[in-house]
């Protein structure tokens, strides 16, 4: 099941700490740390989504560092886990993208750590038997509100048990890709 399973990071549009749509900015951790997340639970893509075209240019910069450059040969694992990242200008791109890899239609799956119209990961996991999915992750303060005018399914917010939720990226990630492979072994 984790190989029809795809992961996109989302910088734009997304929300700033005021509630107003925004670009974020591309992080290093967060191009790393998901990139070695997905591999390690077997996704079969990482897109990072960004239509900001100096945001494009940097991660294709620490792409080719990691696959191509110094770094290849440094840490091969590394360029081995960035292997998985593709570079988006938007959802769409990346769903369209993932569906012709598939060679059948993705269905998003979105996230959101306040959202209390959320699927279980038990329900997601039927989802993603009869097709494959996108694991869509928000930076910033979280998916714009327009990502949840589609009707596509939203994930149950991760809950630990405290009345705090504003969990890292990299983070949700690992915990959700965790959960996920765990119920589907």
Not at 30 to 53: E, F, K, M, Q, S
Not at 100 to 110: I, M, N, Q, R, V
Not at 122 to 148: D, E, I, M, Y
Not at 166 to 171: E, F, G, N, T
Request: with cysteine; hydrophobic share 45%; aromatic share 6%.
């Amino acid at each position: 099941m984790m190989e029809r399973l795809a992961l996109a990071l989302v910088h734009h549009p997304v929300l700033d700490r005021n509630g107003a749509v925004v670009a974020a900015a591309v992080t290093n951790l967060d191009l790393h740390d998901i990139a070695r997340i997905g591999r390690t639970y077997g996704v079969g893509r990482y897109y990072v989504v960004t239509p900001v075209a100096e945001q494009q240019q940097l991660v294709a910069r620490i792409l080719q560092h990691w696959r191509e450059g110094y770094g290849a040969g440094y840490n091969p694992d590394r360029g081995a886990a960035l292997e998985l990242v593709d570079i988006v200008p938007d959802l769409a791109t990346a769903v369209a993208a993932w569906s012709k890899h598939c060679d059948s239609p993705a269905l998003p799956l979105l996230t959101g750590a306040r959202r209390s119209d959320g699927i279980s990961l038990a329900t997601a996991r039927a989802l993603l038997g009869h097709q494959p999915g996108v694991l869509v992750l928000g930076t910033g303060w979280g998916l714009a509100p327009a990502f949840f005018t589609h009707g596509w399914p939203v994930l149950e917010p991760i809950s630990g048990g405290s009345d705090y939720n504003h969990l890292p990226v990299r983070a949700a990630a690992a915990i959700l890709l965790d959960r996920l492979h765990r119920a589907a072994s």
